[in-house]
């Protein structure tokens, strides 16, 4: 498909002039002049012609004259469908889907692409996130999202529609989904996690209030921080690495088994084994929806060893 040479908002206009001037149904006056008008046209000029009879050549006439009349807004409507997939450059289908991303999705894909911008290595996985997600074709989720470029404006621009426009509960769907797209491949990166709260921080205490937004924000940074690629790696309130490694008392074992720990794990090698089953078994995550139970319990399994390795 090629590049559509045209504005959204000359699109959609031009997708509403030609599809939607006309929403009466048609199919009842094509039928009655299929079945009735053209067949007694043709009887009345054929009859005309052999019988040289004015009067019936003027009835024919009239008849002609109320078939083209009738026809006229169907066919000039197929001709203005017609033209316009053929300057698009798109079948019915693709023009339909395509009118409805720009109306109801568009919106949210500057926002979409600075988090996709922040880690473009796994971009065929973010293309099938982005397709189970907002249910559109690649071709358009790649336009629009890793192929335009978006201005600060616009990035602004979808944070206040957010804030205006969308419910609270579409609001956490949608702040979930980006979350979704930071985790992918290798958890989530300082800077992806810095967007996250940045845009939390900017629609929620506007959303919520100041109380219900701290209470909000908290629990996606509760849900999320495993995922974090710095929690692995976090040892601030440990002095050294040599320090870390201890004996583990026998009790504790089995939960180091579960974490696919040695009994000499640091605590740098707990957090980090710790993330990484977090990315791979979490029942949140998207690519586990379809065996969410199996996910569940494996998750409080590995959660109850972490505690308790944890003290």
């Not at 099938?128 to 600060?152: G, K, M």
Request: glycine share 2%.
């Amino acid at each position: 498909m090629g590049k559509i040479q045209m504005s959204d908002e000359e699109f959609c206009s031009e997708y509403i002039a030609s599809f939607d001037a006309s929403p009466t149904d048609n199919t009842g006056c094509l039928i009655v002049v299929a079945l009735f008008l053209i067949p007694f046209f043709i009887c009345f000029v054929i009859v005309s012609l052999i019988k040289q009879d004015k009067d019936i050549f003027a009835a024919s006439a009239v008849l002609g004259l109320l078939i083209v009349l009738a026809l006229h807004l169907p066919v000039s409507e197929y001709i203005r469908k017609r033209n316009f997939l053929i300057k698009v450059g798109l079948n019915e289908k693709q023009a339909k889907r395509r009118y409805e991303f720009i109306k109801y999705k568009k919106q949210y894909m500057p926002l979409v692409q600075r988090m996709c911008r922040l880690n473009m290595h796994p971009i065929l996985k973010q293309l099938d996130l982005l397709e189970s997600t907002f249910r559109s074709a690649n071709v358009f989720l790649s336009e629009f999202v890793f192929e335009r470029e978006y201005t600060d404006e616009e990035y602004e621009d979808s944070i206040n529609q957010m804030k205006h426009q969308l419910s609270k509960e579409e609001i956490d769907t949608i702040i979930e989904f980006l979350f979704q797209i930071a985790v992918l491949e290798d958890g989530i990166k300082d800077d992806e996690w810095e967007l996250l709260m940045s845009i939390m921080n900017n629609i929620y205490p506007y959303k919520l209030g100041d109380f219900y937004a701290k209470i909000k924000i908290e629990s996606f940074v509760k849900k999320y921080t495993p995922f974090r690629r710095s929690f692995a790696d976090d040892a601030k309130d440990e002095k050294t690495e040599e320090s870390q490694r201890r004996l583990v008392p026998p009790h504790l074992k089995p939960y180091y088994a579960i974490l696919g720990l040695d009994d000499n794990a640091s605590d740098k090698d707990i957090k980090r084994a710790y993330h990484n089953l977090a990315l791979q078994y979490h029942p949140d995550l998207i690519k586990n929806a379809d065996r969410v139970k199996e996910c569940e319990a494996k998750m409080v399994k590995i959660n109850e060893a972490y505690e308790k390795i944890r003290g």
